[in-house]
């Protein structure tokens, strides 16, 4: 009996280990949270909104700007919480071989790819060289058709031209915003907000 009894009582030992495991893990997500990130389309500085393009890949060397919807959230109320204030743009991509830019159409709600004349590029362009330092890009030359977009991810300064509908577009079209992370436990509402752009080695 004595036997018995101890094989029972470790019965139990183990069942009640394993419940407190299970409520462990079953109660991670809401006791931590969740992280989400992406590139920034929209900020809302009175509203404190902030609206972005989820990065499927979460890979700073290779991202992934393509899911859809846009994700907004609202901003943390505590400022400690809040990293630097983030810039917008449209721009998800630009493909150098293929001569493609990839941008985000705010009234299709939507992807839209376009078609580019290469008219110059330059490779190897770090932050600090003198043709892009402390100068503001994209560089939108109506007269001359062309848009002169400085990449520091890709460290490639590129003077392309577009068809004259796309011309007429406001300059932020062609920017890519910065790129950023929440910390959230309830959908749409961000407990910390990091600009990853601005305090990571992560470039865009």
Do not use: H
């Amino acid at each position: 009996m004595e036997k018995t009894g101890t094989i029972q009582r470790s019965g139990w030992i183990v069942a009640l280990l394993m419940l407190s495991l299970v409520c462990a893990v079953g109660c991670s997500d809401k006791d931590f949270g969740k992280v989400d990130q992406g590139r920034v389309i929209e900020y809302d500085k009175d509203k404190l909104t902030v609206t972005f393009i989820r990065d499927l890949k979460a890979d700073p060397g290779k991202p992934d700007y393509s899911y859809l919807p846009p994700m907004t959230y609202v901003m943390p109320k505590d400022p400690a919480e809040v990293g630097p204030e983030p810039k917008a743009g449209y721009r998800m991509k630009i493909d150098l071989k293929k001569n493609q830019i990839v941008i985000f159409d705010k009234a299709a709600t939507n992807f839209k790819t376009i078609d580019f004349k290469m008219i110059d590029n330059k490779e190897g362009i770090e932050r600090d060289n003198a043709l892009v330092k402390d100068k503001k890009f994209p560089l939108v030359d109506r007269d001359k058709k062309t848009i002169t977009i400085y990449s520091a991810r890709q460290k490639t300064l590129t003077v392309i031209a577009v068809p004259d509908e796309y011309l007429a577009l406001p300059d932020n079209t062609w920017d890519a915003g910065d790129e950023v992370r929440v910390y959230y436990k309830q959908d749409g509402v961000a407990l910390r907000f990091m600009n990853i752009s601005r305090t990571d080695i992560f470039k865009k």
